[in-house]
Each structure stands twice: as C-alpha cells, then as structure tokens.
C-alpha cells in the first residue's frame, strides 16, 4: 500500500520528444507537488496543487505543463526535452492540519535522462 | 528569501557514536521545518515535522530541535548505526507560503561499523 507513487521509475529519451510522468497519492491529501532534484542533489519545489488547482509556479519554463485530473493525481508533461531536464523528478503530498502541521510526503522519484 | 544550508556536508563517523546534524535558516518567519533522510537512488523518508510552535521532536533514537530565533535546527542521532547511513535534509516551509519547502544541500552520513 504505497503511499505516493510515481511512474515510470526510469526514462531516456532523446532532445526534443515529450514524455509524461504521473503521480497518484492514495493518503486523501489535498495538496500534491513536484520537486527537481539536480546533478549536485539539490532539491527546488517546482509546482503545488491544491484540490487541482495550481499553487505555485516555481518560474518553471512553460515547457512543464502540470495536469491534475483529481486531487489523488498529479501527472508531469514535459515538452521538447533539453539536455538539462535530465534530473531526478520527485512527486509528494500533503494535508495541512493547521497549526504548522503540514507533513509531505515524497514519492520514489523518476530518473529523467535526456540524450 | 529564504536559505537553508546545512552543516557539515559529509560526516563518517564510528558506529555508537552520538552525533548532532545542524540546519540554519535565514527567514525565522516559518511554519514549519522537516527533517528527511534519503537513501542512494531512493526517495525522501520525512522523520520528524516540527511546528513553529514546538521546540523539540523525538522519535526514536532522533530529536530535532528548533530555535527559531537563531534561525536553527539540529537533528541529535543517539548510538548511531550502520543502517543510519544516508544523506539527511532539513526543509523549511515558510509562514507566508506554508506550502513550499525550502530545501538545504544535505549532510550525508557514513557510519562504519
């Protein structure tokens, strides 16, 4: 029973195709997110839903396109992939509580490797 | 803007061992701070969230402790282990954006046997 879940867990692909990610979060939470994680691991939140509406936009070129078609679910489109999209893309979730509890929680993540 | 940064970036230590991890802010306006820990080629483990009004964590051998004045945390390991070995970061989620975590570069932990 896993909790965040990304696929594909691996993707290669070539410059300039579009591939997808998808993320489904089974913990009734309300907000998802995407995170990348670079070459030197740094780790930089790119967008949020919330109930499927977009949160925040991390001045991600428009080149990710982030669709949520309920609020389990946030897929990751990515159009005319550049050499340096090849990162670690981490899904998470979470609910907030109020009071400052607002746990995430983080999905295994999707090695994208552009050639 | 917010920064986090961590220190050490690498720490070995022997197994048994007490060790203290340090994350330090820039912004003490937060809501929350997170500690996770994240294996090689794995994901993010969350081990300890603490609200911006608590001062301590614990679960376990960890305690996380904040001070959100000096715009510090600290992630206390008692009688470390081998299996403790992976990179540990902390992440700030600030007052005015609580959903967005701001991330530190991580401390990454060996402990030999």
């Known amino acids: 029973d896993t909790a965040v879940s990304q696929t594909p867990k691996y993707l290669v692909t070539q410059m300039g195709n579009d591939k997808s990610i998808k993320c489904e979060q089974n913990l009734g939470h309300d907000t998802m997110y995407w995170y990348k994680q670079d070459s030197k691991k740094f780790l930089k939140i790119m967008f949020s839903?919330?109930?499927?509406?977009?949160?925040i936009n991390e001045t991600v070129p428009n080149r990710f396109s982030p669709k949520s078609p309920d609020k389990a679910h946030l897929n990751l489109h990515i159009n005319s992939l550049e050499l340096g999209d090849s990162a670690v893309y981490f899904c998470?979730?979470?609910?907030?509580?109020?009071?400052?509890?607002?746990?995430?929680?983080f999905g295994p993540g999707t090695r994208l490797t552009v050639l | 803007k917010q920064e986090v940064t961590q220190i050490p970036a690498a720490l070995s230590v022997p197994e048994g061992e007490n060790l203290v991890l340090n994350c330090s802010f820039t912004d003490s306006a937060i809501y929350n701070l997170q500690w996770f820990r994240q294996d090689p080629g794995k994901g993010l483990t969350s081990l300890l969230l603490?609200?911006?009004?608590?001062r301590e964590q614990t679960s376990g051998r960890l305690n996380a402790s904040l001070d959100k004045s000096s715009g510090r945390s600290t992630l206390y390991i008692a009688a470390s282990q081998p299996g403790d070995s992976a990179t540990y970061l902390c992440a700030v989620a600030s007052f005015y954006n609580t959903d967005k975590l701001i991330f530190g570069t991580g401390t990454r932990l060996q402990v030999f046997p």
């Open positions: 603490i609200q911006s009004s608590q």
């Open positions: 839903y919330n109930n499927k509406e977009l949160i």
């Open positions: 998470a979730s979470s609910q907030d509580n109020g009071g400052g509890y607002n746990e995430q929680f």
